[in-house]
Every structure is written in C-alpha cells, then in structure tokens.
C-alpha cells in the first residue's frame, strides 16, 4: 500500500453518526443529549417553503427550537453567517441545528464560532485558530456530498472580493450527523449527480494526498465503491432508499477521510473556478479529475491502482501506471453516464481566464497536500486547459 | 561546538546560514511580505519561558535576525507560534512547517495563502536551520 517506515499521522473523527429512514426525527433527543435546549435552525428557503423538512426539524425539535434562519443562499457568503449569528443571538440560541447542503452547514459553522467567539467571521478565517469548543452543532444534511457533516473545514465566499475563504479548525467539526435518507429523497438529479461526485472527489484525493494514511485510506476507498455502485441508482430511481442511505454514508466517509489526510491539486482549482465563475464545487471537481489523475500519476500511479480497483476498473494485466491512465479514462466515461458536463467550457468558465484560475489556485491551501509538489502556475494551466477543452 | 536551541549565538548563525544558502536565496527571491517571527512555547528547563525570533526578510535575504519578546514577536506581519517539541520536530525535518501549520500543531498568525505561495522558502528555511549544530538543553 506504499507507506513508509516513518508514516505518522493524527487522525480525528469526533462526530456521533444517526443513520436511517426517519432518523431526522431523533433530533430533539440528540440536542438533549448535548445537553442544550435552544437551537438555531438554520436552513434554505427552499427547503423552509417548497418542502416539510425543515417543519419535521422543527416539530421533533418542539419547544427547544430556539428560531429558524432560512436565508442561506446556494453559495453562502460572509455577510449571511454575521446575520444568521445575529438572529440567533437575539433568539438566545444555545446551540444549532443545520438543515441543508454543504452551503448551510458551512453557514452553520460559521455561526457555531461567532455564537461562541462573537464578532465578525472575517476575523477566524484560517487554520487551527481557535482555542475552546464551539456552539454545539447538529447537521442534518439534505444532500449527499460535501461530507461537511464530519469535517473540520467550512467554505465560505467573500462574495465582495470573489474568493472563497477557508476556515479550518478541529473546534467546528459538527458534534451530531443525522444521515436520514428518506430527506434527500426529493433532490433533482443534477444535484445528486454534483453531489455525489464531489464526496467522489473527497475519496479520491483523500487517497492520493501527501498526508494520505491507512485510516483515511480505508474510508476512501470504501465510500468510492458505495458511489461507483449507487450513485447511477439513486440518479435512475432518486426514490431509491437504499441508493440514497448509502450515498449519504458515502458522502460522510469521503468527508471523514479528506478532513484527516486532506485534498487537493483537484480542489485547489475547483475552490478558484466555483468563486469566480460560480461552477458548482462537485461539478468542478468532477470535470477536473481525470486531467489531475494524470497529472499525478507519474508520482502515485500505485495509488491510482487502488481507486480504479474500488472503482470497478479491470487492471490486472496493467502496469501502475497504465491503471491510472485506465482510471482517467472510466472517470469520464462515468460522466457521460451520469450525463453530467465534461469539460470547463461547459460550465461557463471563459478561456481568457484560465491563467488568472491558475495563478490563484497557487495561493489555495489545498496544493500543499497534491501527491506530486506544484509550485509553478504553468502546470496548473497546462491541467485547466486540458479540462477546458474536455473529451479527455 | 554546538549552540543552545534559541540562543543569541544560534540565532547569529542561523542568520549566516539563511544567507548562505542559494536554496533560500533563489526560492525567496519575490518575498517582499516583511518580518517573520517565531515564537517557541515555553518547556522547563529546555525553554524557561516564552521566546520568539525576529526573521526580518527581503528577496532572499535576511536582513536582521534577532531574539525578542512574545509581545513584540506578535507585532510581526507573520508570526508562527509552536510548542518546543514541534520546533524540534521542524527543525529535524520530521514536521514540514506549513503542514504543521494547516495541521494546528504550529500556530500562524499572517496571510495563509501568502504563506501557501512560498512552500520553497519555507523548505530553505527550515533546511538551513537544519544544518546548524543545535544543542536542545533537554537532552
């Protein structure tokens, strides 16, 4: 499995997990479990009006339902977590409930540190700066993706300066998931197919990474053989339970395994793309990730080796690094399955702005984690044009 | 002769060594962000109390290396606050010191992505505190 004599790592996963059809329901008992009595709901719009799933929350919550903020748009900013902290300040939150996406749970770990910390959130953006435990959180995700329900990370853009800001710090792991399949049961398909390919990229690069180690290892490659398997279900039958409870712990290993052993050449781009030509982060990820493979590949061709073979890729026969070259080649062909873009051009991204894309993803904390060093802005160009014109 | 972790006269040498070095001197040469300080946590007896490192650094040099106070260190565009036991893992090249910063064993307070850009400098650094003879007093 190529580690080596002087591996070490620290690996962390505090979140207690809730899985099962009709679990939402238990979120009154976790928050009484925590020992808290007034939490902040914190939601979209469309999930408050166009479904009953933030009233479920609400119902099972009962009188410790402190308020619900329902204003987290689809790409949070800066300015929605200061307002939602306000609200449930003056609403005497003790703690919250997040009902949503990666972007409302995100939202919702922004507010855990300024309930807590008071403020603005400008000021905690970063790694590891905090010093004390945070609002109590309990996420109950409504998408099956950003795994943001156990990691240590929330993105949240600065929409003024069009870049995305990273707060990173093991105080904002959320303390509760709910993982309640039956609630991403109405998600449309472009949605579970972005999602699902963004917890896809969390696995993958989870494994590749520079600080990849056997824990994280083994909960990446797992939560890819879930995803190869039910994401084209759940995208054929989204009513599929089974599909949609093992996309959600899917979702939840690839986030557990990235917030240990960390991500990226292929989020470093995505964070650049989906701030400043609003790519939705899987998608972006999804298109970039046979081009990255092969960036990669000369350097952790035995690492691809393992992914392909979880992801259901016939390599015996093959060398390393004609396996990784295979991978690259079942990505895309798992895309045109999906029936999802393949290329940035695409999406929207103007080839006029590739250089700047690459410039900025120098500066994007993920790189330092690529399996193979990237210091240059040539080669992330190189990357980005291959994956503006597509068709690899 | 080996020098005390942190001393007057490391610190000297460990300005000598940065300037010696065509490592740091070609990896940093675009630095124009100012003064990095770091501050070592204090660990009886190795490290009685608190002590920083004034790194005044311009374009590949070091201009002024100098011990100060944890206040004044704090002043400092980017200051790096770390437990002894991580400097003596940073300065064996068990700890890469940007990792360790993302990881929270080193505290960075300072512009991340500014220090994102320079992995290179900080390599040469570290490699160039690596090469002095340090003495750690717990040993």
């Not at chain 1, 009709?22 to 008992?29: I, L």
């Not at chain 1, 990273?166 to 039956?182: E, G, K, N, Q, S």
């Not at chain 2, 940073?90 to 990792?99: A, G, H, S």
């Amino acid at each position: 499995m190529g580690y080596s004599s002087d591996l070490s790592f620290l690996f962390l996963a505090p979140t207690r997990i809730v899985f099962g059809a009709g679990s939402a329901r238990d979120v009154g008992v976790e928050l009484a479990g925590l020992g808290r009595d007034h939490a902040l709901v914190v939601t979209d719009r469309y999930l408050a009006e166009k479904t009953g799933i933030v009233n479920g929350i609400v119902r099972a919550l009962g009188t410790r339902c402190a308020g619900v903020y329902s204003d987290v748009p689809a790409d949070s900013g800066v300015h929605v977590v200061n307002e939602a902290a306000a609200y449930g300040r003056s609403r005497g939150a003790d703690s919250i409930v997040s009902v949503g996406g990666g972007s409302v749970i995100d939202t919702a770990k922004g507010v855990a540190i300024l309930l807590t910390e008071g403020g603005a959130l400008q000021d905690y953006q970063g790694f590891q700066l905090l010093t004390r435990d945070q609002t109590p959180h309990i996420c109950v995700p409504t998408t099956a993706g950003t795994g943001s329900e156990v990691t240590y990370v929330a993105v949240i853009k600065d929409h003024e300066a069009r870049r995305k800001l990273l707060f990173a710090d093991y105080h904002i792991i959320p303390d509760v998931a709910i993982l309640d399949p039956v609630l991403t049961v109405g998600l449309p398909p472009s949605l579970t197919a972005a999602t699902g390919l963004d917890a896809l990229s969390h696995g993958m690069e989870a494994v590749t990474s520079a600080q990849r180690e056997p824990i994280s290892d083994a909960l990446g490659l797992h939560a890819i053989r879930l995803i190869r398997e039910h994401l084209p279900v759940a995208l054929r039958d989204g009513a599929d339970i089974v599909a949609r409870g093992q996309m959600l712990v899917a979702a939840t290993l690839g986030g557990a395994a990235f917030s240990n052993a960390q991500v990226g050449l292929m989020h470093a781009i995505a964070h650049v793309v989906g701030a400043r030509h609003a790519v939705h982060h899987g998608l972006a990820n999804a298109i970039l990730m046979p081009y990255v493979v092969r960036f990669n590949n000369d350097v952790v061709a035995d690492r691809h080796r393992l992914i392909a073979e979880a992801f259901g890729v016939e390599v015996r026969g093959l060398s390393d690094e004609a396996s990784g070259l295979a991978l690259a080649h079942a990505l895309v062909d798992f895309q045109h399955r999906l029936g999802i873009p393949t290329s940035l051009r695409e999406v929207g991204v103007p080839e006029s702005d590739l250089a700047a894309c690459a410039e900025a993803a120098l500066s994007d904390g993920s790189i330092v984690y690529n399996a193979k060093p990237v210091t240059e802005q040539a080669e992330i160009l190189a990357v980005l044009k291959a994956a503006w014109q597509g068709a690899s | 002769m080996a020098l005390a972790f942190f001393s007057d006269e490391w610190i000297a040498r460990y300005k000598e060594a940065i300037n010696g070095s065509p490592e740091y001197v070609s990896a940093a040469a675009d630095w124009t962000h100012g003064v990095v300080a770091l501050i070592c946590k204090a660990q009886a007896p190795a490290v009685p109390q608190d002590v920083g490192i004034w790194l005044d650094l311009d374009r590949g040099v070091c201009r002024e290396a100098k011990s100060v106070n944890v206040e004044e260190a704090m002043k400092a565009p980017f200051c790096i606050t770390g437990e002894y036991a991580r400097w003596k893992q940073v300065l064996r090249k068990e700890l890469d010191p940007i990792k360790g910063m993302l990881q929270g064993k080193l505290k960075l307070k300072g512009d991340l992505p500014t220090i994102v850009r320079e992995v290179r400098s900080a390599q040469a650094l570290v490699n160039s505190a690596a090469s002095l003879d340090t003495l750690f007093l717990d040993e």
